[in-house]
């Protein structure tokens, strides 16, 4: 496809379950990010990819959280052990470079019950 | 460190009437400063960016703002709202030299079009 794919669209998990979330970036996209936005907040920033390389997580809230890019294009944003708090949209974004305009996806809405 | 306060929570006009979105920024250095769009369960869009090339900044769909310095604001304005306008706004400033790519969001406006 032409943008940023991400999915799943929604994710219910129980409180300890792990999951975990894809994002498809635009092709030829080198520069990935990772954001969590709580409701009725703006997006945070989580972690920054360039290639395979994680360049970034400064972000990242907690050692639950893990991402990985092993072949630089395909994004997984893993959470262990989830707890209510982790309940948030997560958006995925690429851009050519780090400093060119960030694309982002639709987004996965997940809900820890 | 920068940061963006978006001063209304809210805004609500009628269609065919401006739209005016406030922002102020702070920071230590010359900033990039965006506007970004939230469509209901979408991902956000890039309206438009400021990074010191001209003051006013046209952007997509009618909007532009204008970046003031003596007054540390990036105000959004579009002369005539449409109803299609309705969604989220946020307004971004990009973080200083080789963390450019970090992005640090306002809490965001949520407009309101009324026919």
């Known amino acids: 496809g032409a943008g940023v794919s991400q999915s799943p669209r929604y994710k219910v998990a129980k409180r300890g379950q792990d999951v975990a979330l894809r994002c498809d970036p635009i092709?030829?996209?080198?520069?990935l990010f990772w954001y969590q936005q709580a409701l009725g907040q703006g997006p945070e920033f989580l972690t920054y990819?360039?290639?395979?390389?994680?360049?970034?997580k400064s972000g990242l809230p907690s050692d639950r959280f893990f991402a990985e890019r092993p072949e630089g294009s395909v994004s997984t944003l893993k959470i262990q052990r989830t707890q209510q708090e982790d309940s948030a949209v997560y958006l995925c974004?690429?851009?050519?470079?780090?400093?060119?305009?960030?694309?982002f996806g639709d987004g996965t809405r997940l809900s820890i019950l | 460190a920068q940061s963006v306060t978006q001063l209304d929570s809210h805004v609500s006009v009628s269609e065919g009437t401006p739209v005016l979105l406030r922002c102020n920024y702070s920071?230590?250095?010359?900033?990039?400063l965006f506007w970004y769009v939230q469509h209901p369960n979408k991902g956000l869009q890039l309206l438009l960016k400021?990074?010191?090339?001209?003051?006013l900044v046209k952007g997509i769909n009618g909007f532009e703002a204008e970046f003031k310095k003596s007054e540390t604001s990036f105000h959004l304005t579009k002369p005539s709202a449409h109803m299609s306008d309705a969604a989220e706004y946020f307004c971004?400033?990009?973080?200083?030299?080789?963390?450019?790519?970090?992005?640090?969001f306002g809490k965001g406006t949520l407009l309101t079009v009324n026919p």
């Open positions: 974004a690429s851009s050519l470079e780090r400093n060119q305009p960030q694309h």
């Open positions: 400021y990074t010191s090339a001209a003051t």
């Open positions: 971004v400033v990009s973080a200083r030299g080789g963390s450019n790519y970090k992005l640090t």
């Open positions: 990819f360039q290639n395979e390389a994680q360049l970034d």
């Open positions: 092709s030829g996209h080198v520069s």
């Open positions: 920071s230590s250095y010359s900033p990039s």
